[in-house]
RNA sequence: UCCUCCUUAGCUCAGUUGGUUAGAGCGGCUGACUGUUAAUCAGUAGGUCCUUGGUUCGAGUCCAAGAGGAGGAGCCA
């Protein structure tokens, strides 16, 4: 009987040609329109973000089962395809028999055919994937998945597999999740009263990863182009739209790729998944799209975005991101107008300063108007792997800026020389014991490479427009929220 | 973690200088309707005003603490 199943996206791609097919569709009810004579349902069942229209005769359909057709029902409908006599679509399904896969009571399921709030959507994340949002994320969320594979394996690049539970603490990424089989009320302890981690299961204190980048460094200095592409967990206490507690990222890491390589395959990357969204999954972006220009109506003029999301979306096909040096941006921010009037909250008289949100967001949004590639910044804000340039001042750092989502991308050559390397290790207070493994790399047969790193939530926001990292993941871990 | 704002019906929100019985739209329910496009029309039910404490003759409204949420900042991806 499966075999009879059509897609819903199969039976609107044949459309006209499908006409007199007998098939079986399944799917959740989005809506239902009825009236004495005839009753019209909208079946989705996630293949595309189109519906498939039911026409329901009550003449061959029983009353008990037309009244149990509620919004969030689960129905297999049989029928023989028609050419609708509306205009919404091409084809549709006079229904020869439906039969009821699971009842959705009225007067308790959540999701009414009305307009919901991310919000409130967020609190009920385990039926979210059912509205046509988050249907459409998801998918595309799927999409880059594959296409990132594709992209590096049409180049020769291997997926290496890095640790999720790493002995490692030393990456200076941020705050680590502990990994511990130890009764936490009652921890065996030393002779000095700590907590006797040798005890634990791996017999050392262990965390969640922070990055892949230091096991694919080892990974490409075998197989010469390797890329990770996993979770990784930062237990920073960050509430912003912007990050999450668990994501994803994809680090990829290229031996014999100096600074210039390394940024050219972050605009070719990045170019190449946005085109794959656009050549296959058009259907949900212009939905998105539309989504968007609906919601910025209610919005003021100057709240606007200047570009609908597949404006901007081309836009990063069509146009080579703009690369200047960290030097050159705080020239170009220190003689802007904002700094000028002092309306930077962080005003830029030095060089050597970080720069903040709002100076990324000002060269991005106002002054370049495209996706901004910032290089060779100062060593004291950097990690300590990052090359040093011959300056003495700077490092092979960059970091790939996008408009509404900031940083998107942050990579570097990485130090090669061994003794550069510990020079710097030894500046930062970086025990070199606990990285034996990654300084003998460099002790043993060594080479230039370099590599960076995308957050893939990121990455989907800018595809798919939606403004709140909590909404480009099934199921976001942030701090206080790990429900569902 | 810091700053700002928010929490009233299932959802989205009004609610005046503190005053008697807290409102609307959507959704639900009941009915009508000759093919609808988040259908339309008529009727109807539905509330611990986030929690606790305080001020007051009287608190949805004022004050304090707590909880939850959002936006921004920092950290970064």
Not at 38 to 60: C, H, M
Not at 262 to 281: G, I, T
Not at 436 to 460: N, Q, V
């Amino acid at each position: 009987m499966q075999n009879l199943r059509w897609k819903i996206k199969q039976v609107l791609k044949e459309g006209e040609a499908a006409v007199g097919k007998s098939v079986v569709v399944k799917g959740w009810v989005r809506t239902k329109r009825g009236s004495k004579n005839v009753n019209f349902i909208a079946l989705n069942d996630g293949s595309t973000v189109r519906n498939l229209q039911i026409v329901a005769d009550p003449e061959q359909i029983a009353e008990d089962i037309l009244g149990r057709i509620n919004t969030g029902a689960c129905l297999a409908v049989t029928g023989i395809l028609a050419a609708s006599q509306g205009q919404g679509q091409a084809v549709e399904l006079p229904a020869e028999s439906i039969e009821i896969l699971g009842d959705a009571d009225p007067e308790e399921y959540p999701l009414q055919p009305k307009k919901h709030s991310f919000e409130f959507l967020r609190e009920i994340a385990h039926l979210r994937p059912r509205t046509a949002t988050f249907g459409a994320v998801f998918r595309l969320r799927h999409a880059m998945t594959f296409a990132i594979h594709q992209f590096f394996h049409e180049r020769g690049f291997f997926n290496l597999h890095s640790p999720i539970v790493t002995g490692s603490d030393a990456e200076g990424a941020g705050e680590m999740f502990r990994v511990t089989t130890l009764d936490p009320k009652n921890p065996p302890l030393t002779e000095e009263g700590e907590v006797d981690y040798g005890q634990d299961f791996f017999g050392k204190e262990t965390n969640l990863t922070v990055s892949g980048q230091l096991e694919a460094e080892l990974g490409a200095l075998a197989l010469s182009d390797v890329y990770t592409f996993g979770p990784t967990f930062r237990a920073e206490n960050s509430n912003t739209s912007r990050h999450l507690a668990e994501f994803w990222m994809i680090e990829p890491e290229m031996a014999f790729y100096d600074l210039d390589d390394n940024m050219s395959l972050a605009q070719e990357f990045v170019q190449y998944l946005v085109r794959f969204a656009l050549d296959n999954y058009a259907d949900d972006l212009a939905f998105l799209n539309q989504r968007q220009l609906d919601e910025e109506k209610n919005k003021k003029k100057e709240e606007r975005s200047d570009m609908s999301l597949l404006e901007r979306l081309q836009f990063v096909v069509d146009n080579d991101f703009e690369r200047i040096t960290y030097t050159e941006a705080i020239e170009i921010l220190r003689n802007s107008k904002p700094n000028k009037k002092k309306k930077f909250q962080f005003l830029i008289d030095e060089w050597g300063v970080d720069l903040q949100s709002e100076h990324e967001r000002f060269l991005v949004e106002k002054h370049f108007k495209k996706p901004v590639i910032l290089y060779n910044y100062p060593k004291q804000i950097k990690a300590f792997y990052m090359r040093q340039n011959e300056d003495d001042k700077t490092v092979a750092a960059m970091d790939v800026l996008f408009p509404g989502i900031g940083e998107i991308i942050g990579g570097s050559q990485r130090e090669e020389r061994l003794d550069k390397l510990q020079q710097r290790m030894a500046e930062m207070d970086i025990p070199e014991k606990e990285m034996w493994w990654y300084l003998e790399t460099r002790k043993f047969g060594t080479a230039p490479h370099s590599g960076f790193g995308i957050g893939f939530e990121r990455l989907i926001m800018f595809i798919t427009g939606m403004q709140n990292i909590r909404d480009v993941i099934p199921f976001p871990r942030t701090p206080q929220n790990a429900e569902f």
